[in-house]
């Protein structure tokens, strides 16, 4: 008896690893990861590793809903600032909600097998309430 709680105990206990273990391998090994510093209510950056989209002049990254603080933050300070390719880069950042469908498509072009793994393991996409977040290159005036 002892055994079979021990393993449905164990069973229990493996599946949420390695649910958190998929998505995260799928996130980081699925293609470019850039690190967002993150705006916080106390005034602190928050690395935060997300995945970016690029068409034409303008990327796209999508960390959070409409009520975000940090995006909602936008609006009075538009600077968005990523380490990609080991390089800081800032951006102007503006929430973009009509390009939902767009930031998806450009995402599973990039990410292919992790964007399809992550949405069959989190609901998909058509059940997400992610913001994009459209950049443009700061200009260096």
Not at 66 to 73: D, G, K, P, Q, V
Not at 104 to 110: A, P, V
Request: net charge negative; with cysteine.
């Amino acid at each position: 008896m002892m055994k079979i709680v021990a393993w449905i105990v164990g069973i229990l206990l493996a599946v949420p690893v390695l649910y958190m273990g998929l998505i995260y391998g799928a996130s980081e090994f699925g293609g470019e990861v850039v690190t967002l510093d993150r705006p916080e209510a106390n005034g602190e950056l928050s690395p935060v590793r997300i995945w970016i989209v690029d068409q034409d002049s303008s990327a796209w990254i999508e960390h959070g809903d409409a009520e975000s603080f940090w995006i909602t933050n936008l609006a009075q300070s538009p600077s968005v600032v990523l380490n990609r390719n080991g390089e800081s880069v800032t951006y102007i950042g503006m929430p973009d909600s009509e390009s939902h469908d767009l930031y998806h498509k450009l995402r599973l072009e990039k990410y292919g097998w992790g964007d399809e793994l992550i949405a069959a393991l989190t609901g998909g996409n058509t059940d997400c309430d992610g913001l994009p977040v459209r950049l443009n290159l700061a200009s260096n005036d």
